[in-house]
């Protein structure tokens, strides 16, 4: 496989078949890699994100780990009068949108021999590279807040990787498993640039579904911005290659409560500034100090996109929206649809908007309940 890992601090560069998730100076790793797409091999092949092989720095096809994911529909629902398309991202196997950037990574894992690893999500992350590493037959211990939904947190013992429940913020449990990670290998979502090279797979599947064509907009909720991220590489990567002419304008979507990179870009910070927070309902995306902060401000000011924040209300009415629409989303995927109604207010009607529903509400049932009783009356 040609392509190399490269330290966006201080420009080292490693084979890709080296077993690091970050530099020796501990820098951020990033992918040099030439993506190629042949559209027509691409649409005679299964539905799955494996369609665009060619552009996924995986090695021999015996190594991929896959459950035939991907390829989510792209559907046109009606927000408040005006036609927006949502990217059914919760309808994958472990039910989010992880299980992009885990079949890659963790297939990563498997061509690299390696048996054991440690991750820490708020949950969702966990589930995904848990369920990949049971397929893969890889031991896996996986690190999450205190307080994380007994859905999840079921789901990763079930699959049979090893639970640690960390008293304190999402940013203690970061904390503890780097720790670990100085002994076991760290399949990151956050750390790990394989990771992106599977998100990535979203923008491809959005311009194919919509005839090869980029949309205007693309709305995405951001803590780690590991969707914002692989989107922003996924459109570059068509454009380098010829296939679309522009890369869509990406406006990051983050919860008022908890939006450091909110702040950074209304304010033109350099760095990602330390910020309050509070709780929040959509704690996937709280997130107070984003590893690829920096990265993710770049890349939404490069798109021409923006930053903009939701408040619990907005959440909370746009969670019971899409549920009375027929959409089971968990509360994080809500901050999204906030989101969009929040831009609706103020673009031509012309524009093709597309957003996702990251994440299944049937993980985050019991939170559900709790915060919209007066929907259950
Ligand atoms: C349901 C859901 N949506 C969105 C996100 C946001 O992802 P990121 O933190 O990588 O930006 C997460 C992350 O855990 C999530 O679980
Ligand atoms: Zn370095």
């Known amino acids: 496989m040609e392509g190399e890992l490269v330290c966006e ?4 560069r490693y084979s890709l078949d080296a077993s690091l998730w ?26 799955t994100m494996w369609r665009y092989r060619e552009a996924i720095p995986i090695g021999d096809d015996p190594q991929i780990v896959s459950f035939g994911e991907g390829f989510t529909p792209l ?11 949502f ?69 990763v013992r079930l699959y049979g990787a090893e639970l640690t429940e960390v008293p304190g913020s999402r940013e203690d449990t970061a904390r503890a498993t780097l720790q670990e990670a100085a002994a076991t290998y760290y399949a990151s ?5 394989f990771f992106f090279h599977g998100t990535k797979t979203f923008a491809f599947e959005v311009c194919e579904q919509l005839g090869w064509r980029p949309p205007d907009t693309v709305l995405v909720p951001v803590g780690n911005g590991t969707l914002l991220l692989g989107a922003y590489l996924g459109f570059t990567e068509l454009l380098r290659a010829g296939v679309i002419e522009r890369v869509p304008r990406l406006v990051a979507v983050q919860a008022e409560n908890c939006a450091p990179l909110y702040r950074a870009f209304t304010e033109s910070l350099e760095e990602i500034p330390s910020i309050e927070t509070s709780e929040t309902l959509a704690d996937g995306i709280a997130i107070a100090e984003p590893v690829r902060g920096r990265q993710i401000v770049r890349a939404v000011l490069d798109s021409g996109g923006s930053f903009l924040t939701v408040s619990e209300t907005e959440m909370l009415e746009s969670l019971a929206m ?18 969009v109604r929040r831009y609706l207010g103020h673009v031509d009607d012309q524009e093709t908007i597309v957003s996702v529903l990251t994440g299944h509400g049937l993980k985050a049932t019991e939170k559900m309940a709790k915060v919209m009783p007066q929907m259950l009356e």
């Open 9 to 12: 601090a201080c420009g080292a």
């Open 22 to 47: 970050r530099c020796e100076c501990e820098g951020l790793l990033d992918i040099e890699f030439e993506s190629r797409f042949d559209l027509e091999r691409i649409g005679a092949r299964p539905r």
């Open 75 to 85: 559907t046109r629902i009606d927000i408040d009068g005006k036609q927006v398309w």
């Open 87 to 155: 990217k059914q991202d919760h309808l994958f196997p472990s039910g989010s949108y992880k299980d992009r950037g885990a079949s890659v990574l963790v297939s990563k894992l498997k061509e690299l021999g390696i048996s054991r690893v440690v991750e820490d999500s708020s949950g969702n992350a966990g589930a995904s590279i848990a369920a990949y590493c049971a397929k893969a037959g890889i031991g896996c211990h996986i690190l999450v807040p205190e307080g994380t939904s007994a859905g999840k947190l079921t789901q």
């Open 189 to 193: 979502h956050v750390w790990n640039p």
């Open 322 to 339: 899409m549920c009375a629409k027929g959409f089971y989303i968990e509360p994080t995927s809500a901050a999204a649809v906030a989101g």
